[in-house]
């Protein structure tokens, strides 16, 4: 087996490598070889740049809901009790 093929790795596991780099979770090794992945493979590379601007999208739509829309106390309120109710039936 040739030293390419130790470090290679596929898709499948060069996005979960990417999942596992956003929590802060790659040793050295997985490091290395997801950037190797990534110099040669460009549909990965497009599908992280996809991805990140998704979330990045995402995370400003809900920081604009969180500042445009709020209920009220009353109305809160209001449908906290119909929930409830509603849970009891």
Same mark, same amino acid.
């Given at each position: ?6 470090? @290679?790795? %596929?898709? *499948? ?7 596992? *780099? +956003?929590? /802060?979770? $790659?040793? /050295?090794?997985?490091?290395? /070889? $997801? ?6 493979? +460009? ?13 990045? @999208?995402?995370? !400003? $739509? $809900?920081?604009?809901?969180?500042? *445009?829309?709020?209920? %009220? ?7 906290? +009790? @119909?929930?409830?109710?509603?849970? !009891? !039936?």
């Amino acid at each position: 087996m040739s030293i390419l093929n130790k470090i @290679a790795i %596929s898709c *499948k596991q060069a996005t979960y490598l990417h999942e596992k *780099k +956003k929590e /802060g979770k $790659l040793d /050295g090794a997985e490091r290395f /070889g $997801l950037w190797f992945h990534l110099l040669y493979c +460009k549909f990965c590379k497009l599908f992280i740049q996809q991805t990140e601007l998704l979330q990045t @999208a995402t995370r !400003k $739509l $809900l920081q604009t809901a969180e500042t *445009k829309f709020h209920l %009220s106390p009353s109305r809160k309120t209001e449908l906290q +009790k @119909a929930f409830e109710e509603e849970l !009891k !039936k």
